[in-house]
């Protein structure tokens, strides 16, 4: 049982190094870049724009590379330990522009080092999130370890986003992504090198990838529940870039006070994580996981009237609540796809899978780029040195009526999908269980 706790324990925490660096640069980049620096929203959308496609092409290569390297570490272990120092790189490189950048260059650079980092940390969840299913095999323990790793995100979503205000107001961005980068980098290498995976020998069958993508093409359940992902994760996206300006512009208070706000979301969802983890025992994954999409849409309306920040941290809560359901449940979802594809064609292809899933979940930038578009096409909100003239309902569409209609869109895509084999696909199907020490 110590042992147990102890292996869910050094899987788990790699969720908080995995989100520190990626919640700092995906919360901060646009109002360190549009807000600060000068960039417009329409360039802000086109980095979004790019890096999308270039998202959507190296993820399930990075996954293929990953389901057929064999090495005496491990398949998964050599990606994460080669790439946690680049993604620390990457993200301390995107908030330390050289101050004589400007327009076109400063886009430039904006959009070299988001595309970096953005598909570093594709390389290190892809090969994270691989290792979920094959460590932890019974529902049970997925439920266990699963609730365990989203309060370390959660613990980190409270350092990367709600105290970053009050951080970077004390110490700037520069050194901020600097102690992120190697905090993160710190936890996520303890865990790769803590966690033992499954050993594969050379003669086992590797994954082809044209057989890999045609099954993956042809999956239903994983067309589903990508959409369903990807719809979820373009509202929380929009959720955590547009707080900053809600704050500034609507509620017209410091901008360190979004501290608080992120903090009422934070809170409240690590407390409930477990709440959530407990209905999907006692009621089963698909009724909650569908439960939880549709509080989390509800729970945007109440935010939209929010005008002071005692009302918008009430608010907040609902979100938080709506917030830990969905975290509980969606990778849960993605295991399940998982171990029918491994019980079908008799292959340990976790790294495609969870890197397709990661490309379906990063189709959300699509929509976050056509939400800034749109704010400067309906309330002429171009940059912080040019907000126009209705700041405060540009911001709370940002952060209330488009994710609404994401979620009631994610929602309805939970309809098409369940699972009747509730049975986890054996472990290692071509040869023997060892394990890498």
């Known amino acids: 049982m110590q042992e147990s706790k ?3 324990f050094n899987y788990a925490i790699g969720m908080f190094g995995t989100s520190i660096p990626i919640n700092m640069l995906k919360t901060y980049a646009a109002i360190f870049y549009v807000d600060r620096l ?5 360039q802000w959308s086109l980095v979004l724009l790019i890096y999308t496609f270039i998202d959507a092409i190296d993820n399930p290569i990075y996954g293929f590379f990953s389901d057929r390297t064999r090495t005496r570490w491990g398949r998964r272990r050599p990606w994460l330990v080669i790439g946690t120092p680049l993604l620390a790189l990457g993200l301390i490189g995107f ?41 932890f095999r019974s529902d049970a323990s997925r439920a ?24 970077t107001s004390a110490i700037g961005f520069q050194l901020t992504a600097i102690i992120y980068g190697i905090l993160g980098g710190v936890v996520i290498l ?25 099954s993956l093409f042809i999956n239903r359940k994983f067309w589903i529940a990508g959409f369903a992902n990807a719809f979820y994760s373009a509202a929380m996206s929009l959720v955590l870039a547009s707080m900053p300006f809600f704050v500034k512009y609507r509620l017209q208070i410091p901008d360190s006070q979004a501290t608080m706000l992120f903090a009422s979301v934070l809170l409240i969802a690590i407390g409930c994580v477990a709440i959530w983890a407990r209905w999907v025992k006692k009621f ?22 929010a005008n002071s920040l005692v009302t918008a941290m009430v608010s907040s809560a609902l979100v938080g609540f709506g917030f830990a359901g969905v975290i509980t449940t969606m990778d849960l979802i993605g295991t399940k796809i998982m171990d029918e594809d491994t019980r079908k064609y008799n292959l340990r292809r976790e790294g495609i899978i969870s890197n397709a899933l990661g490309f379906m979940n990063r189709l959300n930038g699509l929509f976050t780029s056509f939400a800034f578009f749109l704010v400067f096409k309906l309330f002429g909100f171009e940059s912080g040195l040019n907000p126009g003239t209705q700041p405060g309902n540009a911001s709370r569409f940002l952060l209330t009526i488009f994710p609404t209609a994401l979620m009631i869109i994610s929602f309805a895509f939970s309809f098409f999908i369940d699972f009747k084999n509730n049975e986890p696909a054996p472990v290692n199907p071509p040869g023997h269980p060892e394990l890498f020490p």
Request: charged share 10%; with cysteine.
């Open 284 to 305: 089963a994954l698909i009724p909650v996981w569908r439960a939880a999409l549709a509080c989390l849409a509800v729970a945007f309306v109440p935010l939209y009237f």
């Open 190 to 214: 303890y865990m790769a090198l803590t966690s033992r995976e499954v050993r594969m020998g050379e003669e086992e069958p590797k994954p082809e990838l044209w057989h890999s993508l045609k």
């Open 38 to 42: 000068g960039l417009t929203t329409p």
């Open 6 to 8: 102890l292996k869910s």
């Open 95 to 135: 908030y330390s522009p050289m101050e004589f950048l400007s327009g076109n260059s400063l886009l430039a650079y904006a959009m070299l080092f988001y595309i970096f980092t953005g598909t570093l940390d594709s390389v290190i969840n892809a090969n994270y999130g691989a290792l979920f299913p094959e460590l």
């Open 144 to 167: 266990a370890t699963n609730a365990l790793r989203q309060a370390f995100q959660l613990v980190a979503m409270i350092i990367s986003i709600a105290l970053t205000p009050m951080i």
